[in-house]
C-alpha cells in the first residue's frame, strides 16, 4: 500500500461535513465537536497497529512502535477557532494519518524508529484566550498561574472545563514526559498569508517562527491653544509620535523583519490643542534575535532624538516579548529538498503567526514546518481554502519529508 493524498482530502471533506457548519469549522477545543472529532480520528487510526491514548494535558497520541525507540513526532491540531477554516490545523494531523499508514505498510508494522502523532489540545487558545496550551504544557513553557486564572466567555474557569474532559489541571506539565524520545518534530500548516499565493509556489519551507517585540510608547508634552501659541513655542507630543511611525519603515528598510504602530491614542484630543500626551503602540517581529534586538534599539534612539527635537519627553514600557524559534538547519534543508523532488521549486519564509512547532522547537526538540499555499491568504475564516491539487502536492511532498526525516534520525 502507497500513499494515497486523494484519500486525505476526502477525509478532510468528511470531517468538514461533520463538524462544520455553513459557518465554518466548528472544532473549538473541550466541546462536544471537539469530543467527536478526536472519537473521529481514533475511528481512522483504528485499522494501524498503533497505541493510542491522551496524555496530562489532553494532547491525543497514536504511535507506532519501531525497532528504536528515537521518534519522529508528526503533528497538528483538530481543534478550530469559531467559525474557522476546514484545513488550519487538521490538515496537519490528517496527513500524518496518510504516512503512519504509508510507513505501516513499508516496515510491515516495524518502522527502524518509531513514528508519533500528535494532535495538541487547543491550539487555538479560542475560548479562553491563550493559544497553544497543549503544546506548551507538553514543552514546560506554559504559565501556570496566568492559565489558572483563564476564564471564558460564561465565567467558567480553563481548570474546570478541563476536569469535565478528564484533565487535571495540576497535572498538565507531566505531558512533557511524551518529549522524551523525540527526535524530530515535523508539522504542516496552511501558511495562513499572501507569501506564497503572490510568488504563485504551492509550497514553501519555514524557517522559523518570528520574535515578537511589543511596546506602547508615550511622548509628552504641553497643552496649549491652538490659536495663540507660535509653532517655534510648541512642546507638541503628536510631533514626535508622527515621525516615529516614518521612522518604523526605515528601520525595517535596514534590518528586515516587520514593524507596525497599531494605534495611537492622544490627550486631550481636542481640535483647539495641541497635543499635550501621545501614546502610540509599536509592534516589530524579526526571526533574527540580534536584528530583533537592534531594530528595538533604533527605535528607542529615534524616539529620543525625536522628543529632543520636539522639546518633549519620551517613556517606554513593554507590553509583550517572546523570542524567535528558528527551526532546526538540518530539518529546513530536507524539507526543501522534499519541496524540490515534488514541486517545481521551494521557497524559505519565516512564520509570523506562532504553532505548536514553536513550542517542540523551544524544549529543544528539532523542529522544521512546511506550508501550503492558502488561496486569497485568508485563515480564521470560512473562505479558508487551498487548491485540491495543492492539497495533494503537499501531502506528498510532506511524505517525502518524513521519509528523509527517519533516515536522518536513523543516522545521527
Ligand atoms: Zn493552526
Known sequence: MSLNPKRTVAELKELRALTGDENGAQRVAFTPVWVRTRAWLREKLRGLPVEMHTDAAGNFWATLPGESEKALVMGGHMDSVPDGGWLDGCLNVMAAVEILRRINAQYHGKPPITIRLVDWADEEGARFGKSLFGSSACSGALDMAEARALKDRQGLALPDVLKQVGVDFEKVKDSGRELKNAAAYLELHIEQGPVLLDLDLPLGAVLGTFGVE????????????????????????????????????????????????????????IVTSVVEECRITLDQRHLDAKALARML?????????????????????RIWRIEPRPFHPALIELCDAAIKETAPKSYRLPSGPLHDAAETCGAGVPTVMMFVQSLHGISHNKIEDTKEEHLELCVTAFDKLADKALKWIQKS
Open 297 to 317: 534599539q533604533e527605535a528607542k534612539e529615534a524616539g529620543e532624538r525625536f522628543a529632543k527635537e520636539g522639546n518633549v519627553k519620551v517613556t517606554w514600557e
Open 214 to 269: 511589543r511596546h506602547a510608547i508615550t511622548f509628552h508634552g504641553q497643552a496649549a491653544h491652538s490659536g495663540s501659541t507660535p509653532m517655534n513655542r510648541r512642546k507638541d507630543a503628536f510631533l514626535a509620535a508622527g515621525r516615529m511611525s516614518q521612522e518604523i519603515y526605515a528601520i525595517t528598510d535596514r534590518n528586515g523583519g516587520v514593524c507596525t504602530i497599531g494605534s495611537c491614542t492622544t490627550k486631550p484630543g
